[in-house]
T-cell receptor, first 113, second 114 residues
Framework: DQQVKQNSPSLSVQEGRISILNCDYT??????FLWYKKYPAEGPTFLIS?????DKNEDGRFTVFLNKSAKHLSLHIVPSQPGDSAVYFC????????????FGTGTRLLVSP | NAGVTQTPKFQVLKTGQSMTLQCAQD?????MSWYRQDPGMGLRLIHY???????DQGEVPNGYNVSRSTTEDFPLRLLSAAPSQTSVYFC?????????????FGPGTRLTVT
């Protein structure tokens, strides 16, 4: 069973517009959520995170929103840039001491000029 | 700092062969882990270590062994390769920040088992 789901395999956006990537989870024990960005032939790189005590975290052009009641989080990128084109993974963990991440399947974002 | 390095980048094995995927980090991070990524799936945790001499199983540990004799190195051993182990393998190291654990990933090893 997929505990972390990214139901959109791909998303296309024009440069300068907002990109919204969505993620749903089923495990109510998850209390720490992260977004990673991955370019081809590279490892994932950390983008932004949020703990369950917050509903929003912002870092420059990237904002993550968490809706605990709906078990849903989203990543907003404003404004989108062509360099943002990559695969974005949502990940979650329980607060069990070591961060054992559970990843979603990823959303491929294409930002066109 | 080189960060997290993985060797080899590519490897082809025959069924039943054994090999070791190397992972090293120079950031003095306590925590290290191995993930595999299969097409259409997210990364899945194989094994992890919370310090030298301490390892534990993740979500998909079968067919893999690990050891952690130093802080820097965390090799992953395939004892008898199977086609189901064809995947891209990522090693990560992490440390605890006030906001939570921050994980740094290596570039990956693409393994094909025929």
């Amino acid at each position: 069973d997929q505990q972390v789901k990214q139901n959109s395999p791909s998303l296309s956006v024009q440069e300068g517009r907002i990109s919204i990537l969505n993620c749903d989870y089923t495990n109510s024990m998850f209390d720490y959520f992260l977004w990673y960005k991955k370019y081809p032939a590279e490892g994932p790189t950390f983008l932004i995170s949020i703990s369950s005590i917050k509903d929003k975290n912002e870092d420059g052009r990237f904002t993550v929103f968490l809706n605990k009641s709906a078990k849903h989080l989203s990543l907003h990128i404003v404004p989108s840039q062509p360099g943002d084109s990559a695969v974005y993974f949502c990940a979650a963990s329980e607060n069990t001491g070591f961060q054992k991440l559970v990843f979603g399947t990823g959303t491929r974002l294409l930002v066109s000029p | 700092n080189a960060g997290v390095t993985q060797t080899p980048k590519f490897q082809v094995l025959k069924t039943g062969q054994s090999m070791t995927l190397q992972c090293a980090q120079d950031m003095n991070h306590e925590y290290m882990s191995w993930y595999r990524q299969d097409p259409g799936m997210g990364l899945r945790l194989i094994h992890y270590s919370v310090g030298a001499g301490i390892t534990d199983q993740g979500e998909v540990p079968n067919g893999y062994n690990v050891s952690r004799s130093t802080t820097e190195d965390f090799p992953l051993r395939l004892l008898s390769a199977a086609p189901s182990q064809t995947s891209v393998y990522f090693c990560a190291s992490s440390y605890l920040t006030p906001g939570g654990y921050e994980q740094y990933f290596g570039p990956g090893t693409r393994l094909t088992v025929t």
